[in-house]
């Protein structure tokens, strides 16, 4: 089935470091998100995004947190800078349609690691 | 505000019996009810969905049952299989909204052959 890559599979880096996780989505679909999940517990959605912008974000999406996908190429989160509690493992997603009745296909996850 | 929410937190069936697996939400302008399954070092993926027009939806050993005045679903897995053991997520969307899809704090199931 539609595969959507991440990278990197996992990341350690220092508090206060800036990261990015990539997102390679399925070629042919237009709504990206973000979700952040913890020790394997609930899902918690961060962000989703079309046609360039970001359409809504939660709580969980603060203020050092950034989304963009420059001219197609990797859907991309950053956190700068980062701090203990990001600590997590994020999935990227991408959808075809609206979530209303289209297929979320996850990623892998990108485990973040915070020290 | 936890807005979906699943019982039990972990649930334990032999090989071959029917696990039951339950959600409830709080607001009714949600109408689009995806189950998602998860395997340790995956990312979740659709299993079965449901639209609130529908009370029923079936697909294999995977059934979900709604209840809309209740605001209630639940998953039967009928004939659980040891491979059936993962950790499945309810969420909730709304089709006249915008295109963002919430979940539940998931159920870890194991099914013991």
């Known amino acids: 089935g539609p595969k959507v890559l991440q990278i990197p599979s996992h990341q350690i880096i220092d508090m206060g470091q800036m990261v990015t996780l990539n997102c390679d989505p399925v070629?042919?679909?237009?709504?990206f998100y973000w979700y952040k999940q913890i020790l394997g517990q609930q899902m918690e959605f961060l962000v989703n995004f079309y046609n360039g912008k970001v359409m809504e974000k939660s709580k969980l999406f603060k203020d050092q947190f950034s989304v963009e996908r420059p001219d197609g190429s990797y859907f991309t989160l950053k956190i700068q800078p980062t701090a203990l509690e990001d600590s997590a493992v994020y999935f990227c997603?991408?959808?075809?349609?609206?979530?209303?009745?289209?297929?979320?296909?996850f990623g892998e996850g990108s485990k973040l690691t915070v020290l | 505000q936890q807005q979906v929410r699943q019982s039990p937190q972990s649930l334990t069936v032999w090989e071959g019996e029917t696990a039951i697996l339950n959600c409830s939400y709080e607001n009714s302008a949600f109408d689009y009810f995806p189950w998602y399954q998860q395997f340790p070092g995956e990312g979740p993926a659709l299993l079965i969905s449901i639209l609130s027009v529908s009370n029923k939806k079936e697909d294999g050993r995977f059934t979900i049952f709604f209840n809309k005045r209740e605001k209630k679903l639940s998953l039967h897995i009928a004939d659980s299989q040891p491979g059936d053991s993962a950790t499945y997520f309810c969420?909730?969307?709304?089709?006249?909204?915008?295109?963002?899809?919430?979940f539940g704090q998931g159920t870890v199931l194991s099914v013991i052959p």
């Open positions: 969420g909730r969307g709304a089709t006249g909204g915008n295109n963002k899809l919430t």
């Open positions: 070629s042919n679909h237009l709504y």
């Open positions: 997603a991408s959808s075809q349609d609206r979530t209303n009745t289209g297929q979320l296909y």
